[in-house]
Nanobody
C-alpha cells in the first residue's frame, strides 16, 4: 500500500558529506511525520532526525549541527543532509513515515507506520 525508498548512501571519508533521500509512494492520502533512523553493527536502531508535515524538526544530540533534515511535501520526500561525517556515523540509515493510505474498495483511510529498506553509509578512510 505504501513504499518508502531510500537512496544516497555510500562510502565517504571522515569530514565528508552525503545527502540521503527517501520517497514515499503508493495509495497515499497524506504523509504526516517522517524521520531517519540508523542502526550500526551490533547496536540498536536509533532515531537520528524527525520532521513534521509542517516545519517542526528534531535532531539527535549526536548529529545536531552536522545533519539537517528537510522535506518536500508535494513530492512526499525527505532528505538528510549529512556533513562533517565521522566513523561513528557508519550505519544503515532507515526512513520512517506515518502515512494515511486510501482504500478505494471501502472508501476509507488507513493509518500506517512504514519503513524503508535502508541505505548503508560508511565513513572510513
Amino acid at each position: 500500500q505504501v513504499q518508502l525508498v531510500e537512496s544516497g548512501g555510500g562510502l565517504v571519508q571522515p569530514g565528508g558529506s552525503l545527502r540521503l533521500s527517501c520517497v514515499a509512494s503508493g495509495n497515499i492520502f497524506s504523509v504526516n511525520g517522517m524521520g531517519w533512523y540508523r542502526q550500526a553493527p551490533g547496536k540498536e536502531r536509533e532515531l537520528v532526525a524527525q520532521i513534521t508535515n509542517g516545519v517542526g524538526t528534531y535532531h539527535a544530540d549526536s548529529v545536531k549541527g552536522r545533519f539537517t533534515i528537510s522535506r518536500d511535501n508535494p513530492k512526499n520526500t525527505i532528505y538528510l543532509q549529512m556533513s562533517s561525517l565521522k566513523p561513528e556515523d557508519t550505519a544503515v540509515y532507515y526512513c520512517n513515515a506515518d502515512v494515511a493510505v486510501e482504500d478505494s474498495a471501502t472508501d476509507s483511510v488507513e493509518y500506517l507506520n512504514a519503513w524503508g529498506q535502508g541505505t548503508l553509509v560508511t565513513v572510513s578512510t
